[in-house]
């Protein structure tokens, strides 16, 4: 394992998380983009007023090929992708015992978590 | 499919300005939205957070692989954007339209001020200098000195932290990244390198802007019909951005850019006390 010159922190793990943010950027703009390309093929109005965000709908307006389906993964996987890469920082940290930087990633991870739950209680 | 087609053709615009001039496409997006397309301030922001998203992505990606980004110093800040952005995006859907407009409006002159002025040159560090903080560095155990990278020594933590809180808020009810603030607290105040700041800034855009996104998305905040268009625009906006910028003359760019801003804020300030 390559370590950082200055302060011991492993290259692979700048490496990993820049692999999991290019790969999570990549994947939901290819969603978002095959989701505008089925909504032009369906001559929707994109000003008309999309549909609302029902978890439950997602998987199955992908699979019947609606746009809104696409579109709604495309958002999800462009807001988690960040998440994902605090939790894979979270994982390198624990590994090299670095317990300090492991609370912070946790306490982010916390305050995402916090914001869906403030949100869902909210209501829309 | 007009729309659509100007949406996506929009977001192109706002993704290749932003990039060339180093300030993201989030700035462009809202007004885009509301004044070119007469949408709600929410919703606008709301599309612009998952641009912002999306964008640093991937350019956040490159900085890390290069090594420029400061992952731990990004990480500590990221706690106090999250928590800004939280308290911003829960804000957003309480103030009034007009107030964040005028909120928006005054942004918009404060960066056509500071790209007037233009930005001071980085104070250079010697080599030798630069050798004997490493090893102070080094010898030094401390949490602080832990965030601290090759050449600099991180300082004033706690601004950074408060400015971190009010990067986030802005993020949140403004829709841009937040780097406005972020690029200056952590090289002016912090004495972290421009470029290290800017890398880390960028890195930091994507859990800032996620924090209040998450928000929009649940509470209804976020169309998905103009979503998409607009963020697939703005990413292969910046991406082309990024590989023509040398071959830009970016001060003829810039004059241009502050016309559009002073416009564009004299548009949102109409349509605050309309």
Redesign the interface.
Known sequence: MTA????G?P?D???S???L??F???V??AL??V??VL??AR???????????QPELVLDDVVHLR??GF??L??LA??????A??AA?LVGFLRRGER??AI??V??LA??S???V???G??? | MIDGLILIVGGMAAGLFGSLLGLGGGLLIVPLLTLVFNLPLLTAVGVSLVCVIVTSGASAGVYLERRVANLRLGMVLELFTAVGALAGGLAAFILPENVLELLFAALLVYVAVTMLRGRDPEPEVGEAESDAMAADIAADNSFRASLSGPGYRVRHLGFGAVGSVVAGVTSALLGIGGGLVKVPVMHVVMGVPLRVATATSNLMIGITASASAIIYLLRGGIDPYVASPTAVGVFFGASLGSRIAHRIDVKILRGLFVAILLYTSWQMLQRAFA
């Open positions: 950082d010159p200055q302060r922190l290259a793990l700048d490496r998380i820049a692999r943010l290019t999570g950027t990549y939901s703009v978002l983009g989701g505008a909504m032009f001559r929707i109005a994109p000003l008309a007023g999309g549909p609302p965000f746009a809104a579109m709604w495309g958002l462009a807001i988690a992708t960040p998440a890469r605090v920082a300090t930087m912070v990633a306490l982010i305050v995402i916090l914001s869906v403030l949100a869902q909210l209501g829309a």
